[in-house]
Nanobody, 126 residues
Framework: QVQLVESGGGLVQAGGSHRLSCTASGRPFSNFAMAWFRQSPGKEREFVAA????????YYSDSVKGRFAISGDNTNNTLYLQMNSLKPMDTAVYYC???????????????????WGQGTQVTVSS
C-alpha cells in the first residue's frame, strides 16, 4: 500500500523561501509520476508541479513557474517542493500525490492521481 507523508509546512513572510518534503513508501515508484497540489479555503484543489520519477523530468503550473522547483531523490523516495518568492496567494494546504504512469506522463487533474498525502499548511504573511 502506497503511503505519502508530507512535512515542512509553516508560516513564511512574503518574498521568502520554504521547502516541503514528501516521503513515499509501499512499493517501487520507477514508473510513477509524483506531484504537488494545493488547496485554499473555498477553492478547488489546484495543480502545482509534477515530476516523472524515473527520469526526473518536470512540469509546472503557470502560477508557480520560475518561483517553485520540484525535485526528487529516488534513492530514498523523497519528493521536494522548493518555494521561492512566496506570495500571500500561495497560502494553502499543500498535498503530495502519486500516480502510476500509463500513457501521458504529466496530468494536472487531481482525479488522475491515486495516492495522496494528508497535506501540510503553508501560510504566507504579507
Amino acid at each position: 500500500q502506497v503511503q505519502l507523508v508530507e512535512s515542512g509546512g509553516g508560516l513564511v513572510q512574503a518574498g521568502g523561501s520554504h521547502r516541503l518534503s514528501c516521503t513515499a513508501s509501499g512499493r517501487p515508484f520507477s514508473n510513477f509520476a509524483m506531484a504537488w497540489f494545493r488547496q485554499s479555503p473555498g477553492k478547488e484543489r489546484e495543480f502545482v508541479a509534477a515530476i516523472e520519477w524515473s527520469g526526473l523530468s518536470t512540469y509546472y503550473s503557470d502560477s508557480v513557474k520560475g518561483r517553485f522547483a520540484i525535485s526528487g531523490d529516488n534513492t530514498n523516495n523523497t519528493l521536494y517542493l522548493q518555494m521561492n518568492s512566496l506570495k500571500p496567494m500561495d497560502t494553502a494546504v499543500y498535498y503530495c500525490a502519486a500516480r502510476e504512469v500509463t500513457g501521458v506522463v504529466f496530468v494536472t487533474s487531481p482525479g488522475r492521481y491515486s495516492y495522496w498525502g494528508q497535506g501540510t499548511q503553508v501560510t504566507v504573511s504579507s
